[in-house]
C-alpha cells in the first residue's frame, strides 16, 4: 500500500510517499480502508519535532480518518468487513492507504455523513466538545468567544456552543472566514486582524464581557483575553505557539480563571471514554442541519 512516511522531522518536505506492507490485524485491532484523512494542527507540530510528544522515526501521521473496515482481528465484535466508520486515533496513522487501529478507536460513521466529514470529526469535535462541557462547564445562559471560528475546532466549538444556547462570537481573519463562522452559528463575528477589534467585542457585550473564551492562540491573544472576560470568566487555552506574559490583576478583579485543555488528557476521566460522552452530547443537542463537521479535508 501507499502511505506517507516521515524519516526526519523538519517541514512538509519530509513527507515522503511510500510503499509499505498492509498491516495485519491481531487480536482486539481493525483494519480500515481509509477515504479520507484529517489533517490537524498537532499534526505539524509533530512532523515538526516541536510537539510535546515526538513519535519514534520513521512513522506514518494522522490520529483522524474515515473509510470501510477491511478485516478485524479476533475478539473484534463492534464493527466488521464493510462497515463505514470513523478512526479517533490509530496505531499505524491515516495517513495511508490502509490503517491499523484498536477497536475502541473505531466507531461507525452515521449514513449522513460522508468520509471526508468523518474525517474531521475526532479531534475538531472531541476537542471542542471537551472545552466547552469539561473545562468550561458551559451553559445555556452564557456568552462564549471562540477564536479563531472558521478553523476544525472553531467551527465545531461555534456549532456545538449554538446548539447548547449560548451566545456565540466568533473571530477570524479573512472575509471567508467570517462568513464561515457566521453560517456555522456565530451570532457575532469579529476581524482578529483589525486593530481595536477587542473593543468591538466588549462593546457588543454592553461593557459587561464574555463569559467564556476558547483560545487556539495564547501566545498572541491570551493577555487581551484577560481583559475581555465578565466576572467569574474563564479562558480556556486549546492552542499555544510560545509563551506570554499576562498581568494577574485581570483575572482576579474578575475572579475570573485560565484553564488548558489537552484532548488526549480526558480518556478515562470519571470512568467515562472521552469518545462515548462525546457522542453521547451529539445525539442530545444535535439539531436538524447542525453539527456536521464542515471542515474540508
Known amino acids: 500500500m501507499k502511505a506517507i512516511l516521515v524519516r526526519e522531522f523538519g517541514g512538509p518536505e519530509v513527507l515522503k510517499l511510500e510503499e509499505v506492507p ?3 490485524p491481531a487480536a482486539g485491532e481493525v483494519l480500515v480502508r481509509i477515504h479520507a484523512a484529517g489533517v490537524n494542527p498537532y499534526d505539524t507540530y509533530m512532523r515538526a519535532g516541536t510537539y510535546a510528544r515526538k513519535p519514534s522515526l520513521p512513522y506514518t501521521p494522522g490520529s483522524d480518518g474515515a473509510g470501510v473496515v477491511e478485516g478485524v482481528g479476533k475478539g473484534v465484535e463492534k464493527v466488521r468487513p464493510g462497515d463505514r466508520v470513523y478512526t479517533a486515533q490509530t496505531l499505524s496513522g491515516a495517513y ?3 490503517a491499523l487501529a484498536r ?3 473505531v466507531h461507525p460513521l452515521p449514513a449522513k455523513i460522508d468520509f471526508r466529514q468523518g474525517a ?3 479531534v475538531p469535535y472531541g476537542t471542542a466538545y471537551h472545552a466547552l462541557y469539561h473545562a468550561a462547564r458551559a451553559h445555556a445562559s452564557e456568552t462564549v468567544l471562540v477564536h479563531g471560528a472558521s478553523g476544525g475546532v472553531g467551527t465545531a466549538a461555534v456549532q456545538i456552543a449554538r446548539a447548547m444556547g449560548l451566545t456565540v462570537l466568533g473571530t477570524a481573519g479573512t472575509p471567508k472566514g467570517l462568513e464561515i463562522a457566521k453560517r456555522e452559528g456565530a451570532h457575532q463575528v469579529f476581524d482578529h486582524r483589525k486593530a481595536g477589534y477587542q473593543a468591538e467585542i466588549l462593546q457588543a457585550t454592553g461593557a459587561r464581557g464574555v463569559d467564556i473564551i476558547l483560545e487556539m492562540l495564547a501566545n498572541v491573544n491570551l493577555s487581551h483575553d484577560t481583559k475581555l472576560l465578565a466576572n467569574d470568566g474563564r479562558v480556556i487555552v486549546i492552542g499555544s505557539r510560545g509563551e506570554v506574559n499576562i498581568d494577574p490583576r485581570d483575572l482576579m478583579l474578575r475572579r475570573a480563571s485560565i484553564r ?3 484532548l488526549g488528557h480526558h480518556a478515562g476521566r470519571r470512568g467515562r ?3 462515548r460522552a462525546y457522542c453521547g452530547a451529539r445525539k442530545r443537542h ?3 442541519g447542525r453539527w456536521q463537521g464542515s471542515a474540508t479535508r
Do not use: F, M, N, T
Open 260 to 262: 488548558v485543555h489537552a
Open 273 to 275: 471514554h472521552p469518545r
Open 103 to 105: 477497536e475502541e478507536q
Open 22 to 24: 498492509i498491516p495485519k
Open 120 to 122: 474531521g470529526l475526532w
Open 96 to 98: 495511508a492507504q490502509y
Open 286 to 288: 444535535a439539531a436538524p
